[in-house]
C-alpha cells in the first residue's frame, strides 16, 4: 500500500487538476473569462512616471560621518566596557578577544601606545573621525 501523505486528493483527482490547468499554463495569452481578473497594460495616454530617487534621512548625528558613525558602532560592539581608561594594548587585546574585523585591528594598532583613551569617543577622535556634537 502506497503512502499518500498529507494528499487529500488522491493521484486520480490529482490527474484531473491537472488536465484542467494544463491549458492555462500552456497559453501565450489570459485565459479566464471575468476581466476583473486580467492585468491592464498601461495606456498611452497616461504621463510616464519617472524614477525619483528619494534618499532617506539618515541617522548621521551632526559633526560625523557615516564611516564614522559605522567605525564607531564596530568599536562599540567589539570593546569592552570595562577596559576603559585603556590603552592601545588594551584595546587591541579586547577587539581580539571579541574576534573584531582586521580593519578595526591595523586601524587601532596605529594608535600611539602610551596614550589612554577614556571612551570609544576618544578612540575615534584620534583614528581621525569626527565625533557627535553635543547638544546644549
Known sequence: MTDQGTNKTGFARDDELKKE???ELKANRAVRAEEAFELEPSGEDQPVAEVTRVVPQ???PSGMTPEGVTLRSELAR???R???PARRSALLGSLRRNHAPDVLLER???LPADERYPNVQSVVRALGYGVEDRRD
Open 21 to 23: 490547468m494544463q491549458g
Open 82 to 84: 570595562h577596559i576603559y
Open 78 to 80: 567589539h570593546l569592552d
Open 108 to 110: 587601532v594598532s596605529d
Open 58 to 60: 539618515s541617522g548621521t
